[in-house]
């Protein structure tokens, strides 16, 4: 059997597969018709969690049209992995028990390419300009906003957009702000522009390039300053913000297997021209978290019967800051680093390590619970015990540590430093008196070095600041001399958010580090020593 519209209507072949529950030809009829909701990002966050969220929508029959799928980067992802199945995905939910809930979804109705060089690209642009759209959304990783380099200058092809403006548009913010002024030509049509990214304050950092684009533009004479204003009024054009937490990990080969042992066909996983890592199904975990602000000026979708927080804007900052700053993100790039030096390969094996367990631990129970934001809608206690104990030990999830250790550099900042800095900015506490998070940022550092505690090389993770790090680390030698080499970077508050040489921590990490490369074996020797 194949995923497919057709297939699926065969019910009894698809045994212990929940189905949708509502008429896909018709909500993609109504859809084509009255289109509520675009995603920019078809990737696996996207297909398996808010698509995932319209799919309930539908299903109790509070809403009558899919989404509009959207990819302004790899158009392989829909030509390979959308249109041969008719948009559907087969979402695999791993139970820590080794159960795996499978389910059709069907909440896409529509997958285009945004370029125009494509004639569904037309289709786009009428969907813009429907008067009935309230929402379009973005799962396209934070770089997907960035319009400069760390230089700050303007990306080659955003420096391209912004001299041949919106009709030869090619970076994805040059592309919707392109479609926005579509949306105004018919009336300043009112909408929400939803970043569903997982960064701190995305809706302000997706506002942000949208309206210097826009700007510039002006500037340029492609648009007027009432498009630049209505971008501006969020009576018209809202950019709520929003937290999402989920984990959608690489397709395992066991879940293909299994669905192979199921009757389905063609669920290989492809890789795009744009090196993507892409299967028909997606693979992920039970937990799931979206939190949005509430600021629809053009109506919205029933978004909380398929389990979407939605609240103020404090509130979604502050379950953001819970997570990313406590609960779970910097438990996580920890356990990245350390994962990568002593050889493991999955998450969950690195949490049978008493060390890295412990560790993880008291970074999140010891070191950040003294500091941690109460959103209130969510307990951060249970959070983090989710975390703990559900969600990293699970070992039917194949997450990697290197996948986690991409992009290290922009995330301490936020992972580590906001504890930080909420230390030195207490009456009670002492930033002298961390420890674990240290150990963390020693263990990064240590990373860098891109040796295992074996002594044997190994690839580093992608990160815009890689070559100048390891550049400022290339005299340093596991088993060598160390000569203060690491001082300019912990000195650095661009990367950490604040300066830890002057707020007292660099001598804890020089040590912590001297004693992580002393040697084969040190590693594991350090964490014995500081984790006992």
Known sequence: MKLNIESIKNTNQWQDVKLPQFDIAQVAKNTDERPKWIHFGAGNIFRGFIARVNQTILDLGLEDTGIIAVDTFDFDIIDKIYTPYDNLTMLVRLRSDGKMDKEVIAGVSRAYKASAEFEEYDK?????????????????????????????????????????????????????????????????????????????????????????????????????????????????????????????????????????????????????????????????????????????????????????????????????????????????????????????????????????????????????????????????????????????????????????????????????????????????????????IPLAIAGWLRYLLAVDDNGNEFALSSDPLLEDLTSKLATVKLGGTYNGEILEILSNANIFGVNLVEIGLADKIEGMFKELIAGNGAVKATLDKYLV
Not at 275 to 293: D, R
Not at 385 to 391: A, G, K, L, P, S
């Open 124 to 436: 786009l642009v009428k969907a813009f300009e429907n008067p009935s759209l309230q929402m379009i959304s973005f799962t396209i990783t934070e770089k997907g906003y960035a319009l400069k380099n760390p230089q700050g200058e303007y990306l080659g092809v955003v420096a391209e957009d912004i001299k041949n403006g919106p009709a030869a548009a090619k970076h994805a913010m040059s592309i919707v702000t392109s479609l926005l002024h579509k949306r105004f030509e018919k009336g300043e049509l009112k909408l929400a522009v939803c970043s569903m990214d997982n960064c701190s304050h995305n809706g302000a950092k997706l506002q942000a390039s949208i309206v210097e684009i826009a700007e510039r533009w002006c500037e340029n004479g492609f648009v007027t300053k009432e498009f630049v204003a209505y971008l501006k009024d969020e009576g018209k054009v809202s950019f709520p913000w929003s937290m999402i937490d989920k984990i959608t990990p690489r397709p395992a080969k066991s879940v293909e297997e299994e669905l192979l042992k199921l009757g389905l066909e063609d669920m290989a996983p492809i890789v795009t021209s744009k090196n993507t890592f892409i299967a028909p199904f997606v693979n992920a975990e039970i937990p799931e978290y979206l939190v949005i602000e509430d600021k629809f000026p053009n109506g919205r979708p029933a978004l909380e019967k398929g389990g979407v927080y939605v609240t103020d804007r404090d509130t979604v900052n502050n379950v953001e800051t819970m997570k990313v700053t406590t609960c779970l993100n910097p438990l996580h790039t920890a356990l990245a680093v350390y994962g990568c030096v002593l050889g493991y390969t999955r998450i969950f094996e690195e949490m049978r390590d008493s060390n890295l367990r412990k560790l993880v631990e008291k970074i999140g129970y010891e070191e950040g619970m003294k500091v941690v934001v109460d959103p209130k809608i969510i307990s951060p206690k249970a959070f983090i015990d989710e975390v703990i104990n559900e969600r990293l030990s699970n070992p039917f999830i194949p997450d990697e540590p290197q996948r986690i250790a991409t992009d290290t550099s922009q995330k301490v900042g936020i992972r580590f430093g906001e504890t930080i800095k909420s230390y030195a900015k207490s009456e009670e506490l002492n930033v002298e008196d961390l420890t674990y």
